[in-house]
């Protein structure tokens, strides 16, 4: 009887862990406010959408510098809690 009540209590411990992780990914999702490239606040009328994401940028400049690596910037973004919006 003991050994069943620990597995259940162990097996309630690793789920309520597994979902306090998960919480963590939720809460550290933002939406963007500041431009991936130079970090000045966006201009909402100055993105571009890519792969399903829309990223904002400060001055269309910068769209031309994310083109050259967008990988990086999403990298850059992703590393800050930053979440890109979806193209609508």
Known sequence: MGKIKLIVLMGVTIGLLTFSWNM???VRA???TKCPV???KIDEK???DYQGKRIY???SGCIDQFN???AK???KMESEGVTPAKVP
């Open 24 to 26: 963590l990914g939720i």
């Open 57 to 59: 940028f400060c001055c």
């Open 68 to 70: 050259k690596d967008p």
């Open 46 to 48: 100055v993105f571009v």
């Open 38 to 40: 130079l970090g000045n």
């Open 73 to 75: 910037y999403l990298k």
């Open 30 to 32: 933002a939406p963007q």
